[in-house]
């Protein structure tokens, strides 16, 4: 619950998107891998947040 109210005191628009407290949907994910790749199934980009 820290982490939460940590993020929706951080940014301004996270209410109006609906992360609330009590809302299931609403997670916080660390020490993730994110890779977006074109139509051609080739890399475009990679993260890790």
Known sequence: ???KQAVIDE???A????Y????PEFQVLYNV????Y???GEILES???
């Open 33 to 36: 891998d994110a890779t977006i």
């Open 20 to 23: 609330t407290l009590d809302n």
């Open 38 to 40: 074109n139509e051609d």
């Open 11 to 13: 940014f301004d628009w």
């Open 15 to 18: 209410i109006e998107a609906g």
């Open 1 to 3: 619950m820290a982490v």
């Open 47 to 49: 993260y890790n947040f």
